[in-house]
């Protein structure tokens, strides 16, 4: 992930209730602060249509 701004991954090594692993997040500097990553395959179709429009 070297290079790529704005993403952060963190792993989970232990967990009481849940799953374990690598998980990715946005990451904002200017607020300090990380949230959820949106991915491609969750966004809806709209989205990308009012994106690409000129």
Known sequence: MRG???KAEIIIGKQ???PT???EL???AEM???SNLAR???LPDHFWLASFAV
């Open 4 to 6: 790529v701004r704005g």
């Open 16 to 18: 009481r209730h849940g």
């Open 21 to 23: 692993g690598p998980i």
């Open 26 to 28: 946005a990451f904002e």
């Open 32 to 34: 300090m602060r990380f």
């Open 40 to 42: 491609d395959e969750n």
